[in-house]
């Protein structure tokens, strides 16, 4: 088949796009230390500039989100098979940015000030235009596209399709549980580097622990991803456990952060268990709503993860202009990542056995299911491409 010959060239692609384009993110704690440094406000009034870097609403933030949303739906259409592992090597590039980008932006900082600093990473972000160049449409989403010949026709595929995708409880409950670990992660890259510093660390020190969630994480996403490909390992159960951990190691931090050693170890849990998630996303959106929504469910997530990203850190920053310390800011932060591990329970046990995650290891009858996806007419259900191949395959 045609598409196949270019998935090795959509997989380094889609590193680079990951490395490139979406982990200047993961340098916002350390990106709002130097707003700290340079207007010298109140952190709450600085929080807003940070939630406008690291949304995915405004200007770089959006471009981010669409860099990324991008990427991965490549992966997941010429990847539907068993996306587990192409996803984990992608989002892999991710894990490599952050580990070199906060102490990058802390020496841009330090050397050229924090406009420089912005005007350096912006370059960086730019090379992502190569790389997405290489990428090829899928044949599946160009039939997609010739659903739609006007505007009109698109918007009510659109609402069509949100109206179907939010009537399933599983994906309700999934799309809850993205807001919440969200919002939780965002409170820890922007707090974390300021926790790190009042409690002792230098500021180079906290950059280099920012980095050292970066390591662990890269780690984490190919493992997560070769985990979630083996036939007998549940995606979602590696989900639920990695928050359920992060929770209780997130309420254990102002105990843990008062030495060096605490914050390395908290900052390796942060890696592992956050990072390990997002090679997961794709493969647990296909099993609640198939292949044929899956842009449209993916799109859903990252604004809702979006809407999280931008309300933590102003949250945060009210939280903790009422206090002294950053306490209290991380266990409201563990409570909602034990609140994102509940919510994926309950999608667990309101959805249907996937059909995917019976058949996904059998080669012979994934390719027949994507001949049929491309060939076939788009409109048909999902269940019934996987009955034709089914039928062809015996």
């Given amino acids: 088949m045609p598409c196949q010959r270019h998935r090795g060239m959509i997989v380094v ?32 009034q600085v929080s ?9 609403f405004f200007l770089a933030g959006t471009g981010q989100s669409m860099t ?58 730019l090379q992502v235009m190569v790389f997405n160049m290489c990428i090829p449409t899928h044949p599946l989403e160009i039939e997609r596209k010739k659903r739609s010949k006007t505007i009109w026709m698109e918007l009510k595929l659109i609402i069509l399709e949100f109206r179907k995708l939010f009537s399933t409880g599983a994906y309700l409950c999934f799309c809850i549980s993205i807001f919440c670990w969200s919002a939780s992660l965002n409170i820890s890259l922007i707090y974390l580097p300021q926790y790190y510093v009042s409690t002792g660390s230098s500021p180079m020190q906290a950059a280099m622990l920012m980095s050292l969630y970066g390591l662990t994480g890269c780690f984490a996403r190919i493992l997560i991803g070769m985990a979630a490909s083996d036939a007998d390992v549940d995606g979602k159960i590696l989900y639920m456990g990695s928050y359920t951990l992060l929770g209780i190691a997130t309420l254990s931090l102002p105990v843990l952060g008062t030495s060096f050693p605490g914050k390395v170890f908290y900052s390796t849990i942060l890696g592992l268990y956050s990072s390990g998630v997002w090679s997961l996303l794709i493969p647990i959106t296909m099993e609640i709503v198939g292949v044929k929504q899956m842009p449209t ?20 920053g009210k939280i903790k202009s009422e206090g002294d310390d950053y ?68």
């Fill in 297 to 316: 469910a993916f799109g859903m997530e990252l604004l809702v993860g979006g809407v999280g990203f931008l309300l933590s850190p102003i949250a945060g």
């Fill in 327 to 394: 306490s209290l800011i991380f266990i409201i932060s563990g409570v909602v990542y034990f609140l994102a591990a509940v919510f994926e329970l309950l999608m667990i046990l309101t959805m249907k056995k996937s059909e995917s995650f019976n058949e996904r290891h059998n080669t012979e009858k994934n390719i027949d299911i994507e001949q049929h996806l491309i060939e076939g007419p788009v409109g048909k259900d999902d269940n019934n491409i996987t009955e034709s191949a089914q039928e062809s395959s015996v």
């Fill in 68 to 125: 990324y949303s991008g990427t991965v739906l490549a992966v997941g259409f010429y990847f539907h098979d068993n996306p587990s592992v192409p996803t984990g090597i992608v989002v892999f590039g991710a894990g490599i940015g952050v580990f070199v980008f906060p102490t990058l932006t802390e020496f841009l900082i330090q050397t050229y000030g924090i406009d420089g600093a912005f005007l350096l990473l912006s370059a960086v972000g």
């Fill in 13 to 44: 692609a889609g590193l680079m796009n990951t490395f490139l384009g979406t982990s200047l993110l993961y340098s916002a704690g350390i990106i709002h230390f130097g707003l700290l440094g340079k207007y010298r406000r109140s952190p709450t």
């Fill in 48 to 56: 807003w500039a940070s939630a406008l870097f690291s949304s995915t």
